[in-house]
């Protein structure tokens, strides 16, 4: 099974994304895919449509339905509420229970971004394999950590032990025990990170039996252990209302949070498939070509005398003009009702001018 978590707003790239159209549905992919379209064809090759599960929120489900993935319609999951990561993955984990019944030991699930960019999928493809059963095997909770390619400030970070966990790796693919989780760090504890060789980019891709998954959340937060077993109960009796009225009780928090920082018992592979986070403006700069002078250029903007810039004109020149000229490190993004102007070393604060918005209550959100 997999779980494509397709839930966020993507509220850092504002002005294109909104509301009623977050990142994931976006054109941000290769090959001009949007990156929710991506994720699926990616791991399509690996399991097949009837098996993959899309979790969405309700105030999205329908751009979602409507995005012709070719994903069965009663495979999209609909969240009564955003509670972050957590309660995505624990509302996918009681769907599954209910629909498959068990004690979930029968289902090994693999919950995947819908806003991540690879660059190689047959390696992609083959890791995943191999994390999938090292999940089935060990009975652990796996993910991947990302090789690290810069000393990069605006991921976590997983610390590998030193040598793999278990005398057989999964088709040569060996796991390593997670020592620690780092939250995004300052750009010296960044620099060490890369020249250790033991600390890898937090990718939250993950892969685990419901069952382990079930076991380890017991531990961590039982609470919504609690949760996920009453939802699978009413959602099995057809009973919406009581169970939407059980997933509002959780609090909103990230699964890093609510699990995977608090278990033992937490397995990694080292990925070195191409991997971005399409996280904030800036990582345009490595998903898409750029000219000479370093600049992505989308919307035939007119740009003269400028450097590392990125100029997105949603519109395109037939409906509105943009020129930037003599400038440098900026984002200009250009929406039929919005702009967007700012340094790009801070494209990760894009959030701020959404907050601004809302505290105003302004409809361009």
Sequence with gaps: MAVIMAGGSGERFWPLSRRSRPKQLLRLGSGNNSLLDQAIQNIATLIPRERIFLATGNYIAGKVREAESDIPSENILV?????????????AAANLLARYGGDGSNIVMAALPADHNILDTDRYLELAHAAFETAERENALVTFGIKPDRAETGYGYLEFDAEPAGPSPAHGIAAYKVAKFHEKPDDESAEKYLASGRHFWNSGMFFWRVSTFLEELALASPGMETVVRKLAEKIAAGDDDSACAAFNTLDSISIDYALMEKSQNVL?????????????????????????RGNVVIGDPVIIDSDNTIVYNEPGLDSIAVGVLGVKDLVVIVTKDGVLVAPKDRA??????????????????
């Excluded at 971005?276 to 898409?288: C, E």
């Excluded at 604060?349 to 959100?365: F, G």
């Design 79 to 91: 969240e009564p509420s955003k509670k972050n990561t957590a309660g995505c993955l624990v509302y």
């Design 268 to 292: 990694a592979i080292r990925a070195d498939f191409g991997w971005d986070d399409v996280g904030a403006w800036d990582s345009l700069d490595r998903t898409f070509p750029r000219d000479g």
């Design 348 to 365: 990760q604060e894009v959030r701020k001018v959404v907050d601004e918005l809302k505290r105003r209550d302004e409809s361009h959100l």
